[in-house]
T-cell receptor
Framework: KAGVTQTPRYLIKTRGQQVTLSCSPI?????VSWYQQTPGQGLQFLFE???????NKGNFPGRFSGRQFSNSRSEMNVSTLELGDSALYLC??????????????FGPGTRLLVL | AQSVAQPEDQVNVAEGNPLTVKCTYS??????LFWYVQYPNRGLQFLLK??????LVKGSYGFEAEFNKSQTSFHLKKPSALVSDSALYFC???????????FGSGTQLTVLP
């Protein structure tokens, strides 16, 4: 099975712009979660989608949003970019996200640099 | 709220020696614990998990972890380290109610040849 894929892998934007990142989960996985990784804050949960619905959201401002399509692919959007948004954005998928025993499998990430 | 602590930012070990990467957790209810590894410019790779059952969990690439409920610890171990094990290791706990993984701050493991 192909793993989780994320596009693009690298992105450079300037402050005030917006950006959209894409994630394709493992085939058959319906739950997609997004995480932000920075040297200062570590790995932080952004949100989780299942069946095109956001089920859970972390403690991030409303500039961070996402959506999921009927084929389980997910996108996240960051509007009005700030320097502090520079990070590695990781997507993870799991079968349903319902069970504590499920493993989340991560993609390679999108590295966003905001200038 | 759940939390994970990895008390060591950096662990150095000689190749062929055993390695231990420490993790302690705090969670209400039963703990569901995971270890992931991250190589430079890569995403996280799953190593192993503890859900229930045996306290010694075996995972990928020869890694294992020991769950200790009384000490609320879930230390990652490997009997004989390889240079290729050098990477950033994350411990995480899954909260069923929040449906999210909470990660520790990570431990950089360096295996010296």
């Amino acid at each position: 099975k192909a793993g989780v894929t994320q596009t693009p892998r690298y992105l450079i934007k300037t402050r005030g712009q917006q950006v959209t990142l894409s994630c394709s989960p493992i085939s058959g996985h319906r739950s997609v979660s997004w995480y932000q990784q920075t040297p200062g804050q570590g790995l932080q949960f952004l949100f989780e989608y299942f069946s095109e619905t956001q089920r859970n959201k972390g403690n991030f401002p409303g500039r961070f949003s996402g959506r999921q399509f009927s084929n389980s692919r997910s996108e996240m959007n960051v509007s009005t970019l700030e320097l502090g948004d520079s990070a590695l954005y990781l997507c993870a998928s799991s079968h349903s996200g319902q069970g504590f025993q499920e493993t989340q499998y991560f993609g390679p990430g999108t590295r966003l640099l905001v200038l | 709220a759940q939390s994970v602590a990895q008390p060591e930012d950096q662990v150095n070990v000689a190749e062929g020696n055993p390695l231990t990467v420490k993790c302690t957790y705090s969670v209400s209810g039963n703990p569901y614990l995971f270890w992931y590894v991250q190589y430079p410019n890569r995403g996280l790779q799953f190593l192993l998990k503890y859900i229930t059952g045996d306290n010694l969990v075996k995972g990928s690439y020869g890694f294992e972890a020991e769950f200790n409920k009384s000490q609320t610890s879930f230390h990652l171990k490997k009997p004989s380290a390889l240079v290729s094990d050098s990477a950033l290791y994350f411990c995480a706990v899954f909260s069923g109610s929040a449906r999210q993984l909470t990660f520790g701050s990570g431990t950089q493991l360096t295996v010296l040849p």
